[in-house]
């Protein structure tokens, strides 16, 4: 048997340390769904959804107590959405709304993949398609959109770019508290199968019907962490990468498993740390534990390196299939560490955007002045979307101008989304850069052929 | 369905009768079995086969955790494939 102390440590990662299985992703291919009138297409994608997906909250509840972990969300990510409604351009929408009741049909939390890729270039069906996503995410509840602005082998779509400011503007405008915005991602380097909200989509290489897993534990790394106080850099990295090599093992079994039960072909597992908004399950915090004061002040960049590529081989090694994102999350809103070195000034957009060039993601969660001009968040992206093309990883931007508010402000989203102190941006403008329009060329190692 | 149970908490009298009690009276059958005080508290791990049992996984638990809470102990049932995927390479 296995020893006792093996035991107990495991039953405290669930019951003192939050570990838990984030997200059960099921990936469905929807390209079949595709007919002559938009109307005929929605029915299909809602027909389509409720049987691939009918089962997927009864099986991860299921494992859920079988396995004794809890099994926080269920979803479901489709086909970027713009390829079924290039035909049926300003008529998006319908397609949209059949998404979001497919969603709630099943039960599940949320469905992701109203998205386009324009990473070099858009179509007229997908412009149009990109300006119906404000609207669309003021009438869902469950739908979560994206958009793929840039890419190393393609450089950086700068009309994409433009544009995708509007809509985050826009969308932030026509909703409550700008929540509408905290539902879609812009993306440099999107991945396939990517099992977390905002940004997961069913990607064009896939198959048919794929179940992906996220798991999370920020708060096991940050104990295991607390239990060697004076271990060297080496050692805190060693034991790091041991601690995530044990939650993906359990990420990995819950696949295997989840995916023979619901007939779905076995995807990955996408090991990050995904912080909630509890004490205890913050990624800030593990960079604290490593010795920083408060996150965001100088080391910052450092400890989230070490942590994000520890994480990383660790979890390579646990399971045969690693994919997604995978390292660590710094979502403002979602994690109390962030929060509150936000509130003191310690972490700022410029410090948040160096971290994001270690990181798993990007510039996630930031609440900013309502007021704030299209063109300074379409450059705060392209920022972003840069780092991600440079350092050939995907980077992502999921901000929120947050309506008639300012800094020294807060806004509630509730639940796992948090709470956000409105954080400054530069207030000089970039408004002549994002008006030329066209493309910033592929990095020279883009070319990799 | 092989599964370990485990009982975490203080030391007194009566604990391993009432809990193996509750098993025998469910048809689950207890394979193996250790028990020992880590940093003075009474620590008790099971492997139990529960596939002969009437009730469902999730019904057993939550009778085991109401006995839990009857004798002031903290008691988790869980598959035993989480263990061995966690800890064995």
Known sequence: MIKTSEIIETINMVEKEHFDIRTITMGISLFGCIRDTVKDTATAVYDLICKRGQNIVKVA??????????????RVSVTPASFLTAK?????????LALDRAAKEIGVDFIGGYSALVHKSMTESEKSFILSIPEVLSKTDRLCSSVNVGSTRAGINMDAVKLVGEVVKRAADITKDGLGAAKFVAFCN????????AGAFHGVGEGDCVVNVGVSGPGVVQHALKSIPNASITELAETVKKTAFKITRVGNLVLDEASK???????IVDLSLAPTPVIGDSVGHILEEMGLEEVGCHGTTACLALLNDAVKKGGVMACSNVGGLSGAFIPVSEDIGMINAAESGSLTLSKLEAMTAVCSVGIDMVAIPGDTPVSTISALIADEMAIGMVNNKTTAVRIIPVPNKTVGEYVEFGGLLGRAPIMPVHNKSAEKFISRGGRIPAPIHGNKN | MKCILTVIGKDKPGIIASVSNLLASNNVNIEDISQTIMQSTFTMIMLVNIANSPLSMKELREQLKALGEEIGVSIHLQHEEVFDAMHKV
């Open chain 1, 61 to 74: 509840n299921d494992l859920s107590v079988e396995y004794g972990v809890p099994v926080v969300n269920k």
């Open chain 1, 88 to 96: 049926f351009m300003g008529e998006e929408l319908e397609v949209a």
């Open chain 1, 190 to 197: 999107a991945v396939e199968d990517n099992p977390f909200m």
């Open chain 1, 261 to 267: 039960r619901l007939g779905a072909e076995r995807g």
